[in-house]
Every structure is written in structure tokens, then in C-alpha cells.
């Protein structure tokens, strides 16, 4: 792992999920998400402590494993560490069963609680609204990215840098993935929009080599994709379909490969989608025969 200069005192280290560090004057830093795991924290801890860095702050984007599940590796090593999130996401955080049962509607059924799923309970300090918050003798801005969770925030520096958490992906990503993970389609939509609009000196997201080169055209692709999306799914309600049967259709078109974390994160997409559809009055709903269909 490296120490990566963005821009004035704002710097990120890239990994599968990249972690934002704010250097504080002090030899103290903050970090914008953490990685999945111990391997990840213990990693990422070397490389700071390589630059003379101990961790203050721990601000955290959303409550997905892989950006807080090394939280608690970071605050066990540097106790004197604060970690901050968003409301909502505190939730999540300190209840990490919260995730599989979001996914699952009930108690998760055995298989569901894989490490990517699931990370351990992390207590949050601080919490994070929206607006300007002073840690140290430093603003930072938080700003609402819900949609891809339910209370994501990004979080912006003094240096006008935005980490963005996964509130767009790479063109890679949606090529893997052409059926993004997403909790509420319309507030996606609003947080893109919003971005789209935003004027920040740099921005990064959590999956992608390095910062995004050309913001604007890379939102307005996550745009195109969620409408890509919403067509090829209203297309098919065409003809009536169970939710089950509308994930299959879909989990086939796009090749997904399968096992039981991926194919609720799939449904889970699904609904919000069909919410976001039903919302719209463009499609409808009907029970028959104890089945309920989505149909155009
Ligand atoms: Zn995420």
C-alpha cells in the first residue's frame, strides 16, 4: 500500500477499496473508510506509520464491510482513534447483523452471513450530518450520498477533495457489474444528479484506480446505466413476473455468477428497482394465487 498526494494535505491509499487520509500538521491523520478486514487494517496501519501517521478520525462513508470492517483492527492498535458516521449507518455499524437482515427480511438464513456480508459490530463516537464538521482545527463538509445505502454521506476536505464511497462506480465496475448494488433507486438518482451538478476539485470513489479523471462523463454513465436498467426491467414486466422470477431473468441476462450472499444482494437490487417503477405508476402489482406479479 502507498501514500498517494491528491491534493494540499489530502491524500488516499489505493486498495480494493480506497481509504481517504487527511494529514493533520500534528502527525496525526483521518481516515475516509477503512477495508474489509484485520489483514486489510493491519496493512494499512504499516503504511501510515511508514509516513510518521497515527490515526485521530476513522469517518466512514457507509456501513458496507468492505469500508468499515477494519475499524475495529484500527481503534484496538490506536485506541485514541475517533470514529464518526452518519446516523443511520451507526446503525448498521453497531448492529452488522442489520446488513443480512435488510438482505434477507427475517433472521439470515444459514450461508447468508459470509465476511463480505458481515463485519463485526463497531462502535461510532460521532455522528455525521450533513454540513460543516470541525475535527481538530479542521472543517470537514459531509454531504448526503443516500441510494446506494440508506444514509451514505460523502465526506469533503479542506482541499475540495470528495470521497464519494460507492455512491458511483468505474466503467469497469458496471461492466462487471451492469446491475448495480443499490437500496433506493430514487435517492440514487437524486445523489447523481447532485454530483453531476457539484463542482468539487477532485473526486474519489471507493472502487477505481486512482481519482476519477472525468467526473462529469463518469455520473452521467451511472445515470445511463440506472436507466439502462429501469427499461430493460420494464421491458420484461411486459409480461407479468414474480420478483423471483424477474431476478432470475435478470441474473441470467447479465451472466451473474451465483451463491446465496450474491443472489440477495441481486433481489434486494431488484425490489428497490420495482419500488422505484411502482412509485413511478409505470408498472403495477397484483396477488393471484398467492403469488404476487409486477407487470407493465
Ligand atoms: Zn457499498
Redesign the pocket.
Known amino acids: 500500500m502507498e501514500l498517494t498526494k491528491l491534493r494540499g494535505r489530502t491524500y488516499y491509499i489505493q486498495a480494493p477499496t480506497n481509504v481517504g487520509v487527511y494529514r493533520y500538521k500534528n502527525g496525526l491523520c483521518a481516515l475516509i473508510d477503512t477495508g474489509l478486514d484485520n489483514t486489510t487494517g493491519r496493512k494499512l496501519l504499516e503504511t501510515l506509520e511508514e509516513n510518521g501517521l497515527k490515526v485521530k478520525y476513522i469517518l466512514n462513508t457507509?456501513a458496507?464491510p468492505?469500508?468499515f470492517g477494519a475499524d475495529n483492527f484500527i481503534k484496538e492498535n490506536q485506541p485514541a482513534s475517533i470514529i464518526g458516521a452518519s446516523p443511520l449507518e451507526k446503525v448498521f455499524m453497531e448492529n452488522s447483523n442489520m446488513e443480512n437482515i435488510i438482505l434477507y427480511g427475517a433472521a439470515p438464513m444459514p450461508g447468508l452471513s459470509t465476511r463480505v456480508l458481515k463485519a463485526k459490530d463497531t462502535a461510532v463516537d460521532i455522528e455525521l450530518t450533513e454540513g460543516f464538521v470541525e475535527l481538530g482545527d479542521k472543517k470537514f463538509e459531509i454531504v448526503p450520498l443516500e441510494g446506494?445505502?440508506i444514509g451514505q454521506i460523502g465526506i469533503v476536505t479542506e482541499d475540495g477533495v470528495i470521497f464519494c464511497?460507492?455512491a458511483f462506480f468505474s466503467e469497469d465496475k458496471m461492466e462487471k457489474y451492469p446491475l448495480p448494488?443499490v437500496f433506493d433507486v430514487g435517492a440514487h438518482l437524486k445523489t447523481l444528479e447532485f454530483l453531476l451538478e457539484s463542482n468539487y476539485d477532485c473526486y474519489v470513489i471507493s472502487h477505481c484506480d486512482g481519482p476519477v479523471e472525468n467526473p462529469k462523463s463518469l455520473i452521467q454513465k451511472n445515470i445511463d446505466n440506472i436507466n439502462e436498467n429501469l427499461g430493460l426491467i420494464t421491458d420484461i414486466l411486459s409480461q407479468p413476473q414474480t420478483r423471483e422470477d424477474l431476478t432470475e431473468l435478470i441474473i441470467k441476462k447479465y451472466d451473474i455468477p451465483m451463491n446465496i450472499s450474491q443472489y440477495f444482494i441481486t433481489i434486494t437490487s431488484v425490489s428497490a428497482f420495482l419500488t422505484f417503477l411502482l412509485e413511478k405508476q409505470s408498472i403495477s402489482m397484483d396477488i393471484i394465487d398467492g403469488k404476487m406479479y409486477f407487470y407493465v
Open positions: 457507509h458496507h468492505d469500508h446506494h445505502t464511497g460507492d448494488f
